[in-house]
């Protein structure tokens, strides 16, 4: 891939896939004063939704629709470093125009160059190019493809009506439907590799020329936003949305996402601010714990065996951490369980029993598989090993275990820088 990445950058990063994410956020007390519309940190590591405003309300686009463009090209244009676009003077309605891409008017850039302007400027003339070459010509159907793969990841309230930023109504989402977006962009090592540039020369051309630099001010160094723990971002504004931004963070090998639109364009209200306050609370007050062990019997159900009622006891199918506060305590974390009133032997090891959902202080956190932790009516063996165990269990007080083990030590501060 012929390229040249000013920044050095790395292409091992892996990012959280959760496309089926329907949990509800988890209602945790944060100091923070947003001032974004509407906004989500979600932890990457466990899929827990930390923080949210207006969550599913929709809200104008901005420049954040680049990413649903960007898909799009990737997705329809094999080989983009080898596919040649002439820039031509018409595609900017023969006036004096500013834009990113005046230097190449008359010249060519590869597609891979259109999306790395696109992205890191937000360019709209890049994006409207990019249409109409993928399109052939008709833009219309390239804001149809946009909208297609919209619905097909679950999006309820999103809507595309161009390729490119426009202050208009009808180009709008939500943050739970830009979650999904953006998560689905991370399943593509090419969108990975143009959202953490920090900078990018089209290729063929000089470096002193012709150097493109981010517009998000949370990844440049000089700027009075800069948050070293940035991993990648895209920044939008216009008269509509105000200030919007998806960005992503790691500090302590724990990555979070953070998505915030309609922010005031203030030196000390708006969106930078925001993502970066609410990052410093996350790593400070924020702790992964463990809410389900499937080592731990959770609860039972009867199975009708040979000798009568057979008890089946249950535990979760596998691990479930969340992140929660630091001082979450055991009282703050409660379980309803949904089990049928009769099993029917035989039932196996591992086998699917019921379920369980995990609230905190009343919030729901997620639903999740209950298992029988051993064979039951399986052969002769096994059901008298099971009757001595269960007469012999009778006999003894039930224990119950905390399930509220901290998994993960967070570190106590982190640098507001």
């Not at 003077?89 to 500013?98: E, K």
């Not at 297609?148 to 939500?174: I, N, W």
């Amino acid at each position: 891939m012929k390229k040249k990445l000013i920044s050095c950058i790395s292409l091992v990063i892996i990012f959280a896939l959760c496309l089926c994410m329907t949990a509800s956020a988890i209602a945790f007390d944060c100091p923070v004063d947003v001032s974004s519309d509407a906004a989500v940190l979600l932890n990457l590591e466990d899929n827990t939704v930390v923080f949210e405003r207006n969550y599913t309300n929709a809200r104008y686009l901005s420049n954040l629709s680049d990413i649903m463009t960007t898909m799009i090209v990737i997705k329809n244009v094999p080989n983009p470093e080898d596919a040649r676009v002439e820039i031509k003077r018409s595609f900017f309605g023969y006036q004096q125009v500013n834009s990113y891409l005046t230097p190449y008017i008359d010249k060519t850039l590869s597609v891979l160059d259109l999306l790395y302007i696109l992205m890191l400027t937000g360019d709209r003339y890049s994006a409207l190019i990019l249409a109409d070459y993928v399109s052939k010509g008709n833009t219309n159907d390239f804001v149809d493809l946009m909208n297609k793969r919209a619905v097909e990841l679950g999006c309820e309230k999103t809507h595309f009506s161009s390729p490119a930023a426009t202050d208009s109504d009808t180009q709008y989402t939500t943050c739970r439907d830009f979650v999904r977006i953006i998560l689905n962009a991370f399943t593509s090592d090419l969108f990975k590799e143009i959202y953490v540039a920090k900078s990018y020369v089209p290729s063929g051309y000089d470096e002193e020329d012709h150097l493109i630099i981010t517009t998000d001010s949370l990844a440049i160094s000089t700027s009075p936003y800069y948050f070293k723990y940035t991993l990648g971002g895209k920044f939008g504004k216009d008269a509509t949305s105000g200030t919007n931004l998806v960005a992503t963070f790691q500090y302590s090998k724990i990555r979070y996402l953070f998505i915030g639109f309609g922010a005031p364009n203030e030196a000390e209200r708006n969106v930078y601010v925001d993502a970066k306050q609410l990052l410093s609370w996350a790593y400070t007050d924020l702790k992964s714990r463990k809410i389900l062990s499937s080592s731990a019997v959770l609860t039972t159900a009867n199975a009708d065996s040979r000798w009568g009622t057979s008890t089946l006891e249950l535990s979760a199918k596998n691990n479930i951490n969340k992140t929660m506060p630091e001082n979450v305590s055991e009282k703050d974390i409660s379980y309803q369980y949904s089990v049928p009133e009769k099993v029917s032997l035989p039932v196996f090891k591992g086998q699917n029993i019921g379920t369980v959902s995990v609230y905190y202080r009343q919030s729901f956190v997620g639903e999740y598989d209950l298992v029988s932790q051993t064979n039951k009516g399986v052969d002769m063996m096994s059901d008298i090993g099971d009757l001595m165990h269960d007469m012999y269990d009778n006999l003894l007080p039930v224990k119950s275990e905390d399930l509220t083990e901290e998994t993960t030590q967070q570190p106590a501060t982190i640098p507001s820088e």
